[in-house]
């Protein structure tokens, strides 16, 4: 049976819905969404430290809201690379959330006019706390809030950090242009919790940067992108 065809109290898989408070969807969501939105300011320090604008790093915070594939942006044009190879390496990123919306379309079952605009909320963040809500109601409730929380703090964040950047001078000599990297492996690291995870992150981690001084900048992350289908190839021999 469809996950669109259960009622609001049940969970997506049939069994009776635990019922959870909606003040405590509302903590745990709220939490999600300010522990990363404030991660923005790392975002515009970094820009700020690539040569990108004020301006254009708050459009990017804006229109494409999804730190991985900013940070993958700013960070190739930092390096020298080409616009278009650095654009092509943050799409390929974001392609991923094309795949969390055809979860989410059948657990949030949203009228059609409020699609669009969810669809710009379906990250990494809005997904984990909607999948683990017992029913509709509380997924809905958690998709929205982890996703208005996160989106008003992440450009508020990207627009202050960017400022400060600006008003410091050189970022590089306080050490700030690692300051997106380092929050971006926080943000990873308590995901890896299988053998297979890490493996993968090693082995991208190695092709990065490894591939990183003979290879224009952005090519090496997407090359690294192939450690996922190598590692899972290489599980399926041994199996």
Not at 121 to 127: K, M, P
Not at 216 to 227: D, K, Q, R
Request: with cysteine.
């Amino acid at each position: 049976m469809a996950i669109q065809e259960f009622p609001d109290q049940e969970v997506p898989g049939g069994a009776p819905a635990v019922n959870k408070p909606r003040a405590a969807v509302v903590r745990d969501a709220l939490g999600v969404g300010v522990a990363v939105g404030l991660s923005g300011f790392a975002f515009g320090v970094t820009a700020a430290g690539s040569g990108v604008s004020t301006l254009q790093a708050c459009v990017l915070s804006l229109l494409v809201f999804t730190g991985a594939s900013q940070f993958a942006l700013v960070g190739a044009l930092a390096a020298g690379g080409n616009p278009f190879t650095a654009a092509a390496g943050a799409f390929f990123l974001g392609t991923r959330n094309a795949f969390y919306g055809l979860r989410l379309s059948q657990l949030l079952a949203l009228p059609k006019g409020v699609r669009p605009f969810a669809a710009h909320w379906v990250i990494d963040e809005t997904t984990a706390v909607a999948l683990a809500q017992p029913d509709r109601k509380s997924a809905r409730l958690g998709f929205t809030v982890t996703g208005l929380s996160l989106y008003v703090l992440w450009n508020l964040t990207t627009l202050l950090g960017a400022l400060g950047a600006e008003a410091i001078g050189d970022t590089d000599a306080w050490g700030l242009d690692a300051a997106g990297p380092a929050v971006f492996l926080a943000l990873l690291a308590p995901m890896l919790k299988t053998a297979t995870e890490r493996a993968v992150a090693a082995l991208a981690l190695v092709l990065g940067l490894g591939l990183l001084p003979v290879l224009p900048a952005g090519v090496p992350v997407l090359i690294a992108a192939l450690a996922a289908p190598l590692i899972l190839w290489l599980k399926g021999r041994r199996s």
